[in-house]
């Protein structure tokens, strides 16, 4: 079992940045996959950045060039570096664990979920 806990959330500017981390605690394995969902009020939950533990990342195109996913050294946590931040942006950010690497990154294949954290961006 592995525990997920999310801070960084807040209010910014747009123009802004933010930081999220992502502590992961418990039973980890080495051959991982992290990522950042988010689910803005009324809209479906979308996938923002995954990372493995072997070094691949992967970003929706919103994103590319603003956000920055990467890991510690030991890998046990995550981070989401949101620059230029926009009003769209605005959800609850969601950490996620899945062993693997596999191609598939829907909801469902992560068994870890942290509690999430706030992102809003408004003037």
């Known amino acids: 079992q592995v525990q997920l806990v999310e801070s960084g959330g807040g209010l910014v500017q747009p123009g802004g940045s933010l930081r999220l981390s992502c502590a992961a605690s418990?039973?980890?394995?080495?051959?991982?996959?992290m990522a950042w969902y988010r689910q803005a009020p009324g809209k479906e939950r979308e996938l923002v950045a995954t990372?493995?533990?072997?070094?691949?990342?992967n970003y929706r195109d919103s994103v590319k060039g603003r956000f920055t996913i990467s890991r510690n050294n030991a890998k046990t946590t995550v981070y989401l570096q949101m620059n230029s931040l926009k009003p769209e942006d605005t959800a609850v950010y969601y950490c996620?664990?899945?062993?693997?690497?596999?191609?598939?990154?829907?909801?469902?294949?992560?068994?870890?979920w942290g509690q999430g954290t706030q992102v809003t961006v408004s003037s």
């Open positions: 996620g664990y899945k062993r693997g690497w596999g191609p598939s990154v829907a909801w469902a294949d992560f068994g870890s």
């Open positions: 418990g039973t980890i394995i080495s051959v991982n996959t």
């Open positions: 990372s493995t533990s072997g070094g691949s990342r």
